[in-house]
C-alpha cells in the first residue's frame, strides 16, 4: 500500500514554470514504477511522464517532451514533475500514479495507486 499527496500547483502566466512533488507514504518507495499523468475538463485523463523505480529510465507524452522534467528521490520518497514553457492547453489536474514494479508504464490502467491531484492552470 502507498499513499501519494501532490503539492505545487498553482496558477501561471504562459511560458511560466512549476514544479510539483508527489509524497509517498511508503517503505518501499524505490520499489515502485512512479507516473504523471493529467486531466482536463470534458478529457480523459492522459499520461505526461513516467519513471523507473531506479529514475534511470524516464518516458515523456509527444505534447510535452523537452518541457518536462520527472525525477525522483528515493531517499525522501518523493516524486518531482519540473514544467518550463507550460502553455494553455496544459491546464489540468495532474495526478501522480505508483506501480510495484521495475519498470515504467504509459497506460493510465496500469497504476495501482493515485493521488488526489493538484491543479495547474496557465493563463494567457
Known amino acids: 500500500q502507498v499513499q501519494l499527496v501532490e503539492s505545487g500547483g498553482g496558477l501561471v502566466q504562459a511560458g511560466g514554470s512549476l514544479r510539483l512533488s508527489c509524497a509517498a507514504t511508503?517503505?518501499?518507495?524505490?520499489?515502485?514504477?512512479m507516473g504523471w499523468f493529467r486531466q482536463a475538463p470534458g478529457k480523459e485523463r492522459e499520461f505526461v511522464a513516467a519513471i523507473r523505480w531506479s529514475g534511470d529510465m524516464t518516458g515523456y507524452a509527444d505534447s510535452v517532451k523537452g518541457r518536462f522534467t520527472i525525477s525522483r528521490d528515493n531517499a525522501k520518497n518523493t516524486l518531482y514533475l519540473q514544467m518550463n514553457s507550460l502553455k494553455p492547453e496544459d491546464t489540468a489536474v495532474y495526478y501522480c500514479?505508483?506501480?510495484?514494479?521495475?519498470?515504467?508504464?504509459?497506460?493510465?490502467?496500469?497504476?495501482?495507486?493515485w493521488g488526489q491531484g493538484t491543479q495547474v492552470t496557465v493563463s494567457t
Open positions: 500514479a505508483a506501480k510495484y514494479s521495475s519498470r515504467w508504464y504509459s497506460d493510465v490502467k496500469e497504476y495501482d495507486y
Open positions: 511508503s517503505a518501499t518507495f524505490s520499489s515502485y514504477a
